[in-house]
């Protein structure tokens, strides 16, 4: 292992306010519908689902700066700034002429970058008089930092964990446990919608679509109870952006401007904190940055979905969303980044890629995992499944800067390590990962089964 440069920032330098990024774009997201009126939804149609301050921001194309109440920046304190490190190490195995950077969101203290968006959301539960949550979760990030931040702001939490993550991923059923929060495995049989798919297949694994169905069915039917989200929402992306104002400072810091933005795709947060804040210099022409989200080969909905209104859950309860999509009832292989796995993407994101701001690349789950091993044995952090994805992208640009000569400053998002996934390498090591491909007549099939529901 090479020498590392870390780049941190005093607790006076850590931002004080988040950027909403809806303020400054040219093309402003397409509104979402009701799923029942189809008319567009104001932030009043959220309030019985969300706490009333995340249903404003979703909305909120006004104000660019939004303050960071001080109660969460006082538990952002508690892991924050995260370093940002030039990966020398890596740079030296490639020797590629490339600048190659991580901001590393996996020293929080669930272990990923979820807990921004948690600690945040849990804080206007709380100040709303709300005494219960509940949400989905797929590898179980999400539902750590949200019992985490339940349990900080004294609230009780119901976390619903996609039945094959909940089996596979035990331990992190057992962190949320250890915070206090009740965990099940979705599809359940403790809500209508999970009924309604063991039903017709009492061996379904689950994914992020039913679990959802779920966690926002016991929140409409129980007092009290407010449903909260740990990407694909604007508010979470939002939240999210503290990753790339931090990063920000700590690149000049380092005395460097990145010429290429990279961050794993799931829902779009991770990749919206470390994305958005540098793409506003882009918006004022000061700037031509480069926006990379590197989704996996097996869900690829920026790269072969379709853009049209959608779904956010399998049962058709969410919003219809404009985005990027596969469509709600896609079952995305089981893959070991869980937290891929899903059939959508935000509508901020989705309007960015549509409008040429960004760009996707997909990634076969074993390249994944070499870049990931790489990366481990080079910089000394052992990656999340998820993250591998941000690192194969840079790897893969790192690559042609070699074959150019270019000394590109690449930045990417380490949004997780993968200390709780040691399954999947485990898996890898003994040569027993298998890549899934998705056919084009999947992708074809699932799509035109959307256009029948939302015409
Ligand atoms: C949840 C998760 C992701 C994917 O979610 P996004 O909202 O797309 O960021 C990526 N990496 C890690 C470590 C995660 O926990």
Same mark, same amino acid.
């Given at each position: ?28 997201? @397409?509104? @979402? ?39 969460? !920046? ?31 969101? *996996? ?25 219960? %949550? ?27 964990? /996609? ?11 057992? %962190? ?11 599809? *359940? @049989? ?6 309604? /798919? ?12 039913? $679990?959802? *169905? ?13 449903? /909260? ?15 790339? =104002?931090?990063?920000?400072?700590? @690149?000049?810091?380092?005395? #460097? ?22 793409? !506003? ?59 891929? !796995? ?7 994101? *989705? ?26 044995? #080079? ?23 070699? #074959? ?9 998002? =380490? ?7 040691? $399954? ?20 074809? !099939?699932? /799509? ?8």
């Amino acid at each position: 292992m090479s020498k590392q440069k870390r780049f941190f920032l005093s607790e006076e330098e850590i931002p004080t306010q988040w950027y909403n990024i809806q303020a400054d774009m040219p093309n402003k997201p @397409m509104p @979402m519908l009701d799923p029942k009126t189809k008319k567009p939804m104001t932030p009043e149609d959220m309030f019985p689902l969300f706490s009333m301050e995340a249903s404003r921001q979703e909305m909120d194309q006004e104000h660019a700066w939004i303050d960071i109440p001080e109660a969460v !920046r006082e538990q952002y304190k508690y892991y924050r700034s995260t370093p940002l490190v030039r990966a020398y190490g890596l740079e030296k195995a490639l020797g590629t002429p490339a600048h190659i950077y991580f901001k590393n969101e *996996s020293v929080s203290p669930i272990g990923s970058h979820k807990l921004n968006s948690a600690l945040a959301q849990a804080y206007y539960c709380k100040q709303e008089g709300v005494t219960n %949550i509940t949400t989905e979760t797929g590898a179980g990030q999400w539902g750590c930092a949200l019992s985490y931040a339940a349990k900080v702001f004294g609230l009780e939490a119901a976390v619903y964990q /996609v039945k094959i993550s909940y089996e596979q991923k035990p331990y992190r059923r057992a %962190i949320m446990q250890s915070y206090g929060a009740q965990v099940t495995p979705s599809p *359940s @049989m403790s809500t209508r919608a999970g009924k309604d /798919v063991l039903t017709v297949d009492p061996n379904n694994n689950g994914s992020l679509g039913t $679990a959802i *169905s779920e966690a926002v069915e016991l929140a409409m039917t129980t007092p009290n109870c407010k449903y /909260v989200l740990g990407s694909v929402m604007n508010h979470v992306s939002l939240h999210q952006t503290i990753i790339g =104002l931090e990063a920000e400072k700590q @690149m000049e810091m380092a005395g #460097e401007y990145p010429d290429i933005v990279i961050g794993c795709f799931g829902g779009g947060s991770n990749f919206a904190g470390i994305s958005f804040p540098f793409m !506003r210099h882009v918006f004022s022409g000061e700037r031509k940055t480069r926006f990379i989200a590197a989704e996996p080969a097996s869900c690829p909905k920026l790269t072969r979905g379709q853009f049209q209104y959608d779904f956010g859950d399998l049962s058709g309860l969410t919003p219809l969303m404009p985005m990027y999509t596969l469509g709600h009832n896609f079952m995305p292989a089981n893959i070991h980044a869980g937290g891929l !796995r899903y059939h959508g993407a935000g509508v901020i994101i *989705s309007q960015l890629l549509k409008d040429g701001y960004m760009e996707a690349m997909d990634l076969k789950q074993s390249e994944t995992f070499k870049a990931g091993l790489l990366f481990a044995k #080079e910089e000394g952090i052992i990656p999340a499944p998820e993250s591998c994805h941000a690192i194969a992208a840079a790897i893969a640009e790192a690559e042609k800067c070699k #074959e150019t000569g270019e000394e590109k400053v690449i930045l990417f998002n =380490l949004s997780g390590h993968g200390l709780i996934d040691m $399954a999947a390498y485990t898996q890898y090591l003994a040569g027993n990962l298998f890549d899934h491909e998705v056919s084009d007549e999947e992708v074809t !099939r699932n /799509v035109k089964e959307l256009e029948q529901i939302i015409k």
